[in-house]
């Protein structure tokens, strides 16, 4: 029986080499080439003002968090308002800039709940950081809408938001900061990198410096430059990182761009096909998705009891789930927020990501429908 993977990235391999032999032939691999295209074609199709492309959705998130520290001035110390149901490098960047992150429970969609947000709000509260889970939007509006009224800075990790749209806008335009990510199994995927979307223009120009170790022009912009006569010079003007994006990753995200749109539509259906084929088994809870946005579907979560023992029965019939994601109060260095959000805890027991990618089939997804079906049955069975 052949296998079926949670993830499996598809290429359009002919397009992709075409525009990867273009950097080759031109001779520049790194940033500043296919890199700036990408760009301007992420802002055509998205909405977003500024896109600056970096080497990964992590790169993008510490990069937003870190320039919105130094604009705001905030303090080391000072409290990021943050979901524990998530991957742990949401959480990561706001202590590798001495920022406190502050947990904040869930809700049905497994999204950061509004009251519980609001509960959390203290005088040294600065920012809200939301995630979109798989493509989910949840109650990302009225979030949104507290951090204005509170004054708060609101930040969107949409590293499985690619494509996720709330009426004729792209999910995150009205954030202060928005982080993708193109990792290899993400919905627009590449090897690696990511994009970071800053709402303000002054943002978006220093944030190039910052991705570049602080150097105020980078290799390609001076390679260009018609009038300079000294091309090597350059100033550095902070301690920056090397998180700038590459050529070839974005002469990928290039053709998966224009992709995009047809493939998320796929994905929403491999959605319908598992909401018709799971509707009638009550042993399984499926995640909602609110009214007035279409989503990216990057994941299909559903909520199971004894999950664990769930996916190794599922691993004998050659099905491949995956989990999304560990309650981040479980790891050590955030323990203290343990007990915090109990939904979050609870949720990180069952929650079980079904597969989900362009090359699954119906009868597929009918396939895994029915082993969760007889694996269900037996897990009743067998108590």
């Known amino acids: 029986m052949e296998p079926i993977h949670l993830f499996r990235p598809q290429y359009r391999t002919e397009e992709a080499l075409a525009e990867i032999r273009e950097c080759l032939d031109q001779g520049w691999t790194g940033a500043g080439f296919k890199t700036l295209q990408f760009e301007e074609a992420w802002r055509r199709y998205s909405g977003f003002a500024h896109a600056h492309f970096v080497n990964s959705g992590t790169a993008a998130l510490h990069l937003a968090i870190k320039l919105l520290k130094e604009e705001g001035g905030w303090a080391d110390g000072d409290e990021v308002i943050t979901t524990p149901f998530t991957f742990v490098s949401t959480n990561h960047v706001i202590l590798y800039e001495r920022l406190t992150p502050v947990f904040a429970d869930i809700d049905e969609y497994l999204c950061l709940d509004p009251t519980s947000v609001e509960s959390r709000i203290t005088e040294r509260t600065r920012a809200v950081c939301f995630v979109g889970i798989g493509g989910n939007i949840g109650c990302y509006r009225q979030i949104r809408d507290l951090c204005r009224a509170r ?12 494509g996720t749209w709330v009426g004729s806008e792209h999910a995150g335009v009205d954030a202060d900061a928005v982080a993708f990510s193109f990792h290899s199994v993400k919905n627009l995927p590449t090897a690696d990198s990511g994009l970071v979307c800053f709402a303000r223009e002054e943002l978006d120009r220093e944030v190039r410096q910052w991705s ?21 010079r350059y100033d550095v003007r902070h301690l920056g990182f090397k998180y700038h994006g590459n050529s070839v990753m974005a002469a990928l995200a290039l053709v998966g761009l224009r992709y995009l749109e047809e493939d998320n539509k796929r994905r929403r259906e491999i959605a319908s096909w598992y909401d018709e084929a799971l509707e009638n088994v009550p042993a399984i809870s499926r995640i909602p998705q609110p009214n007035g946005f279409c989503s990216s579907r990057h994941l299909y979560q559903i909520m199971v009891d004894r999950r664990d023992e769930m ?3 599922l691993n004998r019939r050659s099905i491949f789930p995956g989990m999304h994601y560990a309650d981040n109060t479980s790891y050590p260095m955030y323990r203290s927020g343990d007990g915090n959000c109990p939904r979050a805890g609870k949720a990180s027991e069952r929650v079980l ?25 037996e897990l009743l069975l067998h108590g």
């Open 151 to 162: 004054g708060l800075v609101f930040i969107l990790d949409a590293a499985h938001m690619a």
């Open 212 to 232: 570049w170790l602080g150097i105020d022009k980078d290799t390609y912009t001076r390679s260009v430059e018609e009038a300079a006569t000294y091309r090597w």
């Open 311 to 313: 996916i190794l029965a």
């Open 353 to 377: 990501s079904l597969p989900m990618h362009l090359d699954l089939s119906r009868c597929d997804v009918e396939r895994i429908a029915e082993a969760l079906r007889l694996t269900c049955s």
